[in-house]
């Protein structure tokens, strides 16, 4: 069962730009965590949010999580070509689901225009 | 970070033959895996946790017998889609769990390559 919705369903903007992707989910969570695809590979973690954490950073990544709206956002700064992908995020659902189980959202396929 | 292998990477078989994917991890112990598969364009949804020394634990929906999972060591599972027919033709994905198991960061997945099945 889906248990993340993350809009847009694709998005594609020119380099340099900044590309926002939003997931909302359905019940409450331990962490969110947000993956990216290559198409056709596995999946690579790019960083995990606690419930009690309300934005952070990695690189050119930053996250927000909004536990009152069940939402979270990945912001991508200053695209690039290699930034096209898709982009998933992942709850674990807290004591619904087991302990390491995660559910993943629908995703976004980002496409970064040179 | 920690490796998970999975082969093969591609795989055309005939309809009613079985396959057999393997997923490793390579630098570190997993007693449970997890088997996902994906259509294209579309999310990963969770077929089953493999639990090393037990049976595996399947999702709703999803044939035991279709579909067998052993998890015969602390670095291997495996999938074997048993009696394949088109319909079967997708991606499956394994992943472990991050270790040390650190408690702020159980969830965290490692993904192996994939697996593209095409069933003809």
């Known amino acids: 069962s889906q248990q993340g919705e993350e809009d847009p369903q694709a998005l594609s903007i020119q380099e340099g730009e900044n590309a926002t992707m939003n997931c909302s989910y359905k019940?409450?969570?331990?962490?969110l965590q947000w993956y990216r695809q290559n198409s056709g590979r596995g999946l690579v973690h790019l960083i995990l949010?606690?419930?009690?954490?309300r934005e952070k950073h990695s690189g050119r990544l930053r996250v927000t999580l909004d536990t009152s709206k069940k939402s979270s956002s990945l912001l991508i700064t200053a695209s690039r070509a290699a930034d096209t992908a898709s982009y998933f995020c992942?709850?674990?659902?807290?004591?619904?689901?087991?302990?390491?189980?995660?559910?993943f959202g629908k995703g976004t396929r980002l496409h970064i225009l040179p | 970070g920690a490796v998970v292998s999975q082969h093969p990477s591609w795989v055309i078989c005939k309809s009613g033959t079985s396959v057999k994917i393997e997923c490793r991890s390579l630098?570190?112990?997993?007693?449970?895996m997890f088997w996902y598969r994906q259509f294209p364009k579309q999310s990963l949804m969770l077929m089953a946790t493999?639990?090393?020394?037990?049976?595996?634990?399947?999702e709703q929906g999803v044939e035991k017998d279709k579909f067998l999972i052993n998890h015969a060591s602390l670095t291997l599972s495996t999938l074997t889609v048993t009696s394949a027919h088109p319909e079967d033709s997708s991606f499956y994905i394994c992943?472990?769990?991050?270790?040390?198991?650190?408690?702020?960061?159980?969830?965290?997945?490692?993904f192996g390559a994939g697996t593209r099945l095409s069933v003809l």
């Open positions: 630098d570190f112990q997993a007693t449970t």
């Open positions: 992942a709850t674990d659902a807290g004591w619904a689901f087991g302990d390491d189980k995660i559910i």
């Open positions: 019940t409450s969570i331990n962490n």
């Open positions: 949010i606690r419930s009690n954490e």
């Open positions: 493999s639990n090393e020394g037990s049976k595996a634990t399947y």
């Open positions: 992943s472990a769990p991050n270790p040390p198991r650190l408690a702020s960061a159980k969830n965290i997945q490692y």
